[in-house]
């Protein structure tokens, strides 16, 4: 090993459903964390931030230190010897482990310089440079920024000046660059997928096949709901990557072994016509992948279901949030309860299998939008559900209202991450609802919604092969559990 070795590490974090949480800053903010159903989601924006820092000098290490706990001991044992930076992707809930484990490295290693990037980093500059373990912040998209501070770090060139960087002046106080522009999607690097941990069993209760993996194509997001971090991140743009380049990456993946994708795009379904050049050459190519995307119910239509099916997806991710038209207009989610019906009769229709995404504890939440909301995805069948607490993240409208009222959520950091989106976290200054309230009505929504003789037999009807099976069967034990008990 040379000194010139940049460790890109997915820290360990303790607790129930560590291996659960999820850093990235994609799909907005409400769906980081613990999943009921056991979802865990293979590290993709920390792998291509660290094979696009490849370069004369440096040699990035990627560890995913809940998956192979044994490497990332070794690294301890040997004091993280010929390393000379750490770079750690911290999202608001694992921000303060993230702190502590970077302690730990520079507590063997005192001259390793430690680098944050992600949501948090990006939105609570101040109050991550707060720690002084922490030597730089990388703003917005890491990609670009990280490549040139290791680059000039490996040289001994100096590194205050860049762009997309904020670190600290001598005086403590924070100093905060100006933002680099944002990437040319196909510009960036295919990630190595040969850095993750090699066998990991990554575990997705609505995947039907593994090994499955990862990808974005895409960035943004044409929506501005209010909870959300995603528009704000990416500047309130969308870009995209090009058919031949999204396809270029499928044969890597198919290379690799992989029979599933799910794409992370924030919303899949928005680029049409680019969409229809990849099934294109997917059909082709006789690429056989199955396939989950995200889809927002007001922008995708029947002929795209139709082609999405045609080349392999077999469930669409919908953010349904609410019954109530007031309170999808309250969220700013520019949709409405009509759309989300014909999406989801359209998509059954179709032959697809839907998710729906449910937040409670919004601005207005009360027992009676509850009530409506439950009913309403009862209405609109979706194959499965996720009920989740809206919490404030940094970087949204929603947090800047709690901020307002109480100021004493800081930088939004000290929510639970064990039990993130299954108990409140300052919602009684949007709602009125208590969190325990919430904690109660989250659990009563999986019970109605999960425990019907109709709805189980029309699940097992469905399922086509033994893997599948076990994959329900996992994913039907975690919910059932929370649903029955409220344990996770
Ligand atoms: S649809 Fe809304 S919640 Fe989903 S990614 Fe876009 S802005 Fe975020």
Known sequence: MTAKNALFLKPPLSGAGARNVVRDFLYGCWCNGRRIGGMQ????????????????????????ALVEPERFQALIDTRFEGFFAVAVMSSTQSFRQDVETLERVKALNPGIKAILFGSHPTFMPEYCLQETVVDYLVLREPEDTLRELLGALTRGEPVDELAGLAL?????????????????????????????????????????????????????CPARCNYCTAPTFYGNKTRVRSAEKVLEEMREIKRLGYREIFFRDETFSAYKGRNFKIFEGMAAEGMDFSWIANARVDMIDEDSMRAMKKA?????????????????????????????????????????????????????????????????????????????????????????????????????????????????????????????????????????????????????????????????????????????TGRK
Request: with cysteine.
């Open 312 to 484: 392999g997806c077999h469930m669409l991710k919908f953010g349904v949030e609410t019954g109530s038209d007031e309170m999808l207009v309250t969220y700013k989610k520019g949709t409405t309860t009509d759309q989300a019906r014909w999406a989801f009769a359209k998509a059954r229709e179709v032959g697809l299998d839907t998710h729906a995404h449910i937040i409670f504890g919004g601005p207005g939440e009360s027992l009676d939008t509850i009530r409506q909301t439950i009913a309403f995805v009862k209405e609109i069948r979706p194959s499965t559900v996720t009920f989740g607490i809206l919490t404030p993240y940094p970087g949204t409208e929603i947090f800047d209202m709690v901020a307002e009222k109480q100021p004493e959520i800081l930088d939004g950091s000290g929510s639970n991450m064990e039990n993130l989106h299954t108990s409140g976290f300052f919602n009684e200054s949007l709602c009125g609802l208590s969190g325990d309230e919430l904690s109660r009505q989250i659990v009563r929504a999986y019970r109605e919604f999960y425990v019907r003789p109709g709805y189980l037999l029309e699940r097992l009807s469905k399922i086509r092969s033994f893997e599948e099976l076990m994959i329900s069967l996992v994913a039907g034990a975690n919910v059932m559990q929370f649903a029955l």
């Open 168 to 220: 600290r002046h001598p005086d403590g106080s924070a100093r905060i660059n100006e933002h680099r522009a944002f990437v040319t999607m196909d510009n960036l690097p295919i990630p190595d997928r040969t850095l993750l941990p090699a066998g990991a069993d990554y575990f997705n209760p609505v995947v039907k096949r593994l090994p499955y993996t990862t990808m974005q194509t895409s960035r943004g």
């Open 41 to 64: 989601m293979p590290p993709l924006t920390e792998l291509t931030a660290c094979t696009h820092a490849r370069q004369d000098g440096v040699e990035p290490v990627f560890l995913d």
